[in-house]
């Protein structure tokens, strides 16, 4: 390398350093403000603590979520965005150098403990045993903010230490168990705020609320308007069973945002007085702060559920998955296949539309096992198989329906859409010798060329098939195409 190479390099890696700590700065300072700035002007209804401070369980989550910001510069970037918000909110340096140090040490030591106990893997919330080791980063993020901050109350409030313990504990834990699973379990995506949104408006509008959809929701609103005009302590519990039924009815990230939306909205409700609790003599701390515990711990219940609930359901589709697509190929078994492509040719009758289908065979696929053996011959039909999926268009039903053997269902395909379709799959399959079948190991023996042949059949809206009959025409046409010498199409001429 030429010496004068080396400083633009240096430079040029330094740039980028350079960049990425920035990125990284603003990332956490973006978060940190927003949140802290909106609970320091508008929450600070409990005496100094904030009775509703985000921030934290927030900043908490997107670091999890995106542990590749949790950087030196993230770290400076969240401490300037405490500081820069407490100051913009008018709170004194002494005041917001020691809360603020407590708020830190909090979101750190949950960072670090949800290193070491809460795997990459479990933070979506997808595996019920991470409802146990969230909640222990809840608590330790907690517990080490309030051994923190908790001291201030004696030096900058006049208020005892235990009480300062407590309520800072309690504060926070509260609020990790609302807000720390809902931004876990937020959908995964890369798109700009702009697309996000627009994404989310499109499901939305696209959402089919009836009946059962809509009445989980309307029955937790109820429940809510009825805790608020009843009041006492136990209208607190009063939602649990709407909220259980919509952790039943709805996903995962759906239900824990409204547990958490009701939660705060009663939180809120009481610190105002539109919810009226009992004033009773409570030790180390008033009303609203044990309203506030027990709402989180409430809340923890049908957070569970909903988790639960979920992991069941995902194992569900997984095992219904396995039962209707082939282990091997992972295209629709045979059972599985005929049961969608009745249902798809129905449709297309009632629509005026035509069906066309197609049988497929794999040409000397049992000289292939002879000669290479069983796993070769796994592999020539995960092959064809990729192939086939691949040359598909959206809509298209593919299914292996015998040993070699496959068919597929176009619909709105006419002859000729059917038979350039054929054709342009024949191609592919032909070609998949150079692009797939070369040896994966220095063992491995290569495969001879892969070809196959077809068989095309198209029946229409105004002369309707059964599905086994139009798939016999197609298997007759096949017939013929490895009669004429094979890797060909064949198109069956009958009326359909």
Known sequence: MNSTDAPPALAHTLALAGMRALRDFCWTAAIVVPCALLAALTTRLLGP?????????VLLGMLLRYPERASPAGWLGACAGYLGADMLAGTGLAMTLWLNAANVVGVATGFLVASRILPMDMRDLKQPKAILSVLTVCVAAAAAAALVGGPASPALFDRSLIAGLVDWFNGDLALYILLLPVMLAAPRTQAPARQLLARLLHALHGLRWNWHTAMPVATLALSLAIAILVG?????ALPVPALIWCALRYEVFPTLALTALLSVTQLFSIATNLMVLPDGPLLYMNSVQSARLGIALIALGPMAVAIVNGARNDLLRRLDHMARHDHLT?????GAFLERGAAMLAGNYAAGRPTAALMIDIDHFKQINDRFGHSQGDRVLS???AELTAGLREGDILGRVGGEEFAVLLPGADLRQAGLAAERLRARVEMATETQGRPRALREQPLPQLTA?????VCNASRPLPLHDL????DAALYQAKSSGRNRVVISQAPG
């Open 49 to 57: 603590l904030s009775l509703f401070w985000p921030a934290n369980a």
């Open 232 to 236: 006492g302590p136990g209208v607190l």
């Open 330 to 334: 992972g295209v629709l078994r045979r």
């Open 383 to 385: 092959i064809v198989a």
């Open 453 to 457: 042949s077809f068989g095309v059949a």
């Open 471 to 474: 798939l016999a025409r197609a």
